[in-house]
Each structure stands twice: as C-alpha cells, then as structure tokens.
C-alpha cells in the first residue's frame, strides 16, 4: 500500500510545538515509507482563517525542513462537501435539528444533574418538535446520526480501540449558517486524497470513531489510525496555556536550529534517547510507531536549548557560518563554546578581535609575548609556548593560562586556547599582551 498522509492545520495562529510535532511524525513516516507528505489547510472556518496565518504555516514548516508532495485548501473544496453530505443524507444518515446553543446548554446541565453523559438526546427526530421548531421559522444546523454501536480499530500507537458511539453526541456537520464544521470536510478529503493513514493527536480519538462511521457510510475505505499522546510541560501542564511562548515562529526567532526542534519534536515521549540529529533522513530511518509510548511528551525548553548546543557541537562548518566570516577552523576552534549559532559570531569575535586585553600580570605578560615563536602556528604551539612562559616566570596553573586568556581573549573563559592562538595570529597576540585593542 502506498502510504499518503496529510497534516492538515488550520490557519488560526501560528503553528505552535504541538501542531509541528504532528506534521513531522507525519512526514518522517511518510519518508520512512517511501510515501507522499501532503499538506492541507483546513480553512472551512473561515471567520478566523487568514493568509497571514496560512503563509505562516508554509515558512515555518519549510524552515522545519518540511516540504510537501501536493497542497490544498479545504475552501477551495467546498463543492465535494456539499456533494458528500447529499450523498449521506440520501442514505438517511443526516437530520436537522433546531435547538438553540442556550436549549442544548440547558440540556447537558440536566443530564449532568441526573448524572448523565451529556449526550445529544435526538429532540429534534421527533416530528412533533421538528413542526414545532420549524412552524417558529427557526434555521437548522444538520447532525450526523450515529449507529450508536461499537466502533473499533488497531491503532497504530495506542493498539485496538473500541468506542461505543451510543456514548457520543451525534456530531454536527453543518452549522445553521450553512457552514462545514471540520468533522465531514476531512473525511471527504481523506477519502479523495487517498490518504492510508491519519496520524494526529489523542485529543481526537472520539472523533475517530465518528469519522469512521462517516467512512463507511461514505463507502470510503476507512485509513489505519495513529494517535499520539500530547505535549505537556515539564510539571505536566497542558500546553496550550502558554502556546504563545511555544510557536515555530519563536523558537526560530530566538535562534534555535531547525533540526534540534526537530530532532526534540521527534525523540520526546518515545523509547529513544532524546539526541541531535544532523538531518531529518536519519530521523526518518529512525522513526517507528511502536517506539512512541503512551505518556504525554513533555516538553521542557532547557532541554531544547541544551540539545540545541550539542547539535552545533557536532554539526560541520556551512554557508551560514561562512556567511558570518566564520572559516572553517575557526568553527572547529568555537564550537563546542557555542550553544546558538547567534552565539557563534560573538565567540569568533575573541579571533577576529577587536579584542580590549585584560593585562592581570603585566611582566608575565611581556615575559610572554617576548617569548612568543615565530609563524607559522599550529595546535603545538600554545603547549610549547606556555612551557617556556612557565619556566621563565615560574607561574603554573591557574596563575599561568588565566592571565594570558585574558589578555588573549579579553575574557575569562572561552574555547580552548591551543586552537584559538594559531587563529589570532602573531601580530594580534603580541598587540593583546602588549595591552592594545587588536
Ligand atoms: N484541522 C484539524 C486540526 O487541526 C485536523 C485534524 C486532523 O488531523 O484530522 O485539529
């Protein structure tokens, strides 16, 4: 079977770390399969869809490294659900029903007195509440009927599910405006998109099963499912309360890498340790819904950032950095000090200078630089020379390399000094310990 899935947002705000996190399962079993990654904007609410949300949707995920095999927009569509929800009501499966928001709020209030599930109770069937609403002028909005049976599938993460959808409201496709709700677009789409498998969160687990009816009555064939626990944060708090802390567009932003977010977005709440992937192929090979657990994922921004830093740690010089007049060695030489790229252009500055010395010690200072040898420098250079500042000064240990860190480098700490020296250079080194800008 060809495997085609969809991520399908909806362009109401930005896409936040719980929506990219769906769309990159998605796509990482879509590569790992060999299959087709489409993306669909579910806009049928189109009060709150806007462009801006939508092109917001398309850069962050191409700055996630996501591209997509073919797109659309569910308001370009609206036509086939007109025509899927004909087909449904000529199969009996579609009714009107004619309460107000207030009569079904009021409703669900007494059956959670009586302690009963607050399940839609079917007033609008009866013929004589229909010609009672409908003698009023009210507008109906239009449900699904439901076969109040059991519904079961082997998902593909949470293993066999069963729901009873006597257990469910029957769900309201149409509202009385005239307007598709999610519920009846998606199928029709999933069906015509050929999509196998819908991967989504949990939360919409009930959903699945009125889909699924939905499906069939259709005579659709059903997708296989996948529905993966939601983010948390650390304490295990829903997520959505700080959603706008946690958009792509943030973290991009605040100068993480796409592939650490992605690496993160990959690895939390499932059997694998949480590393930095360098590329999204090997998160793809990686990729396997038996190693996504049952828990929540939490996601803990320290834990981002600090995989974000091992990931530069490892990651090979590129255009980026040349772009900032990093060369090569000397992004060898600051890596492992850097913990954002952003950072990178400020530790190559201890190179680049200008650097304002610290002179702690001046004698040991122009002990050294009379002692620095002659270019050409290497990665010998600064152990052989601190060997001879040593034996002429008699400083050792803190009291020898710190002194000359800060007049090398301005700073107290800072990446490794045998890789940095031959970097900085004669004339810079001499100039620093010498106390001058340079
Ligand atoms: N637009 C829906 C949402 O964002 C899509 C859910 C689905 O994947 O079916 O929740």
Redesign the pocket.
């Known amino acids: 079977m060809t495997v085609r899935v969809r991520f ?3 362009p109401t705000g930005l896409l936040h770390v719980g929506n990219a996190r769906t769309a990159l399962l998605n796509w990482l079993f879509a590569k790992k399969s060999g299959g087709q990654f489409l993306l669909r904007i ?1 806009d049928t609410d189109a009060a709150r869809s806007t462009r801006e949300f939508e092109d917001a949707i398309y850069r962050d995920l191409q700055w996630l490294g996501l591209s997509w095999d073919a797109t659309d927009r569910q308001a370009n569509r609206l036509a086939k659900y007109s025509i899927a929800f004909y087909r449904l009501q000529a199969a009996g499966r579609i009714y009107p029903c004619y309460e107000t928001e207030i009569e079904l709020d009021r409703q669900r209030s007494l059956q959670a007195a009586r302690k009963q599930p607050p399940v839609y109770n079917r007033a609008s069937l009866d013929p004589a509440n229909k010609a009672k609403w409908e003698a009023e002028g009210r507008r109906p909005h239009w449900r699904f009927l439901l076969s109040r049976s059991k519904v079961s599938w082997t998902d593909l993460v949470r293993g066999p599910v069963e729901i009873d959808t006597a257990t469910m409201s029957d769900p309201v496709l149409v509202r009385e405006d005239g307007g598709f709700l ?1 519920t009846l677009p ?1 199928v029709a789409d999933d069906i015509d998109m050929a999509i196998s498998h ?1 991967v ?1 969160g949990e939360d ?1 687990v009930t959903n699945t099963a009125a889909q699924i009816e939905i499906f069939a009555a259709l005579g659709g064939p059903v997708p296989k499912f996948a529905h993966f626990p939601l983010l948390v944060g650390a304490g295990g708090e829903a997520l959505s309360k700080r959603l706008g802390s946690l958009s792509l567009q943030q973290l991009r932003e605040a100068g993480l890498e796409p592939q650490a977010v992605a690496s993160y977005l990959a690895k939390i709440g499932t059997s694998d340790p949480v590393e930095p992937r360098l590329t999204l192929g090997e998160l793809a090979n990686e990729f396997d819904f038996a190693r996504i657990g049952r828990a929540p994922a939490h996601f803990v921004p320290e834990e981002l950032e600090a995989l974000n830093a091992r990931l530069l740690h490892g990651m090979a010089h590129d255009a980026r950095l040349a772009a900032m007049g990093i060369s090569e060695a000397l992004w060898e030489a600051i890596r492992p000090n850097v913990t954002r790229l952003s950072d990178a252009a400020d530790v190559a500055r201890l190179v680049t200078g200008p650097v304002t010395p610290v002179i702690e010690d001046a004698a040991l200072a122009a002990t050294a630089a009379a002692l620095l040898p002659p270019e050409p420098w290497d990665d010998t250079t600064w152990p052989a020379w601190t060997k001879a500042v040593a034996a002429e000064t008699g400083a050792k240990g803190r009291g020898l390399f710190h002194p000359l860190r800060l007049a090398l480098t301005g700073r107290g700490d800072g990446p490794e000094l045998k890789k940095l020296l031959p970097l900085i250079g004669r004339d810079k080194a001499v100039a620093r310990l010498e106390g001058k800008t340079a």
Do not use: F, G, K
Request: net charge neutral.
């Open positions: 399908a947002p909806s579910d999610y998606s819908v989504r919409h």
